[in-house]
């Protein structure tokens, strides 16, 4: 893991989360930047499409 996931779990953990919400976190973060990769291509798919 990186330094900056580090410091990012550490500021969570200072803050009152617990290891298991920081973990449920990082798993959300994780399944929403999938799903925005994925619209951001079928986005330009259609913007292509709409060219052509």
């Keep these: 893991m990186n330094e900056k996931w580090n410091k990012l779990i550490e500021g969570f953990e200072e803050n009152g989360y617990t290891p298991e919400e920081v973990q ?5 973060y994780e399944m929403t930047k999938d799903i925005d990769e994925k619209l951001k291509k079928l986005y330009e798919e259609d913007k292509n499409e709409r060219s052509n």
């Design 24 to 28: 449920r976190i990082i798993m959300y």
